[in-house]
């Protein structure tokens, strides 16, 4: 696959975008950002300077991508989702300084319109659902609704919902197997059993 920025775009000399990513309407990419292979930046996307996303990250219309920001491999970024990198902003003090690192580890999704706030890991096929608001580390393959979010179940690697019978749960498009142990969830073939 061919990459693509539309002629509407701006990115910015120093950026490095990755072999196939495909940059739409009225992108902004600053100097320092780092995008892999395969991406996709929908509508009115922003990336910053100290941005570093993944191979096949999707990010949807209206997302900032800011400063202190790290996407890992498969992450999806729904439409309007907001990151934050300050955790106490005030106009009149600047705190360029402070900002706090937030980790969106591979596979993870956050729904559409939800918030990240700053200084936070989300794991390794997280699910975030529309309009929820986190503001605290999630578990690998967790299920988070509300706000603040509330951990509400356990995802597959597929993005379905696990419903576990003991320890064991079946993801129901793939097959594939996970055990909940020690409140992790993990699938099996990597070593869980």
């Known amino acids: 696959m061919s990459g693509m920025i539309h002629e509407t775009a701006i ?3 120093g950026a490095t975008i990755g072999v196939g990513t495909r940059i739409w309407h009225w992108v902004h990419v600053s100097a320092g950002a780092t995008i892999g292979d395969g991406c996709s930046l929908g509508q009115n996307v922003y990336v910053s300077n100290d941005a570093r996303i993944g ?3 999707k990010i949807q219309n209206n997302v900032s991508v800011y400063d202190a920001v790290t996407l890992e491999d498969d992450v999806f970024c729904g439409p309007s989702m907001v990151f ?4 106490n902003p005030r106009s009149a003090v600047s ?3 402070e900002y706090r690192r937030t980790l969106v580890r591979e596979g993870a999704t956050l729904g559409a319109n939800s918030t990240i706030i700053c200084g936070i890991t989300i794991g ?3 699910f975030i659902g529309a309009g929820a608001m986190v503001n605290r580390d999630v578990p690998d393959f967790a299920l988070m609704l509300g706000v603040p979010a509330r951990q509400a179940g356990w995802m ?10 003991g320890e064991l749960a079946t993801c129901s498009a793939t097959g594939e197997k996970y055990v909940l142990r020690d409140g992790r969830c993990v699938p099996v073939s990597e070593g869980a059993l």
């Open 11 to 13: 990115v910015d000399a």
């Open 95 to 97: 705190r360029k300084d």
């Open 156 to 165: 597959s690697r597929h993005g379905e919902r696990l419903m576990f019978v």
């Open 84 to 87: 934050t990198n300050v955790y």
């Open 55 to 57: 191979n096949n990250v």
């Open 124 to 126: 390794r096929h997280a």
